[in-house]
């Protein structure tokens, strides 16, 4: 079983930049094998939806259409951590973000369906205003 932990949300006017983190750690000392991780969002009163992946290796990436340019993912594999910097926050930005890792033995382009992804975060809050 692998907990991921996220960090660094909060409130911030539309404009502004963020930086989300996700640490992930496997029970009893193992090794994290993930193949992907990722990030997924939800507002208040809609469906979540993806924001972006990225494979363990680094060698793929995959964007929602709504954050590309904006959102940029990263891997820091030394520390088994994923990282969300967002940039030119908009106020529909605002949600709770969740972290999501994807089990290891997959191959390919990190997918965008949260039904893929078997490790979830508790969420952060980013909050944009405007």
């Known amino acids: 079983q692998v907990q991921l932990v996220e960090s660094g949300g909060g409130l911030v006017q539309a404009g502004d930049s963020l930086r989300l983190s996700c640490t992930a750690s496997?029970?009893?000392?193992?090794?994290?094998?993930?193949?992907?991780m990722g990030w997924f969002r939800q507002a208040p009163g809609k469906e979540r939806e993806f924001v972006a992946a990225i494979n363990w290796s680094s060698t793929g990436t995959n964007y929602a259409d709504s954050v590309k340019g904006r959102f940029t993912i990263s891997m820091d594999n030394a520390k088994n951590m994923v990282v969300l910097q967002m940039n030119s926050l908009k106020p529909q930005d605002t949600a709770v973000y969740y972290c999501v890792g994807r089990r290891g033995g997959f191959f390919g382009p990190p997918p965008n369906y949260a039904r893929e992804y078997d490790y979830w975060g508790q969420g952060t809050q980013v909050t944009v205003s405007s």
């Open positions: 496997a029970a009893s000392g193992r090794t994290v094998t993930n193949s992907a």
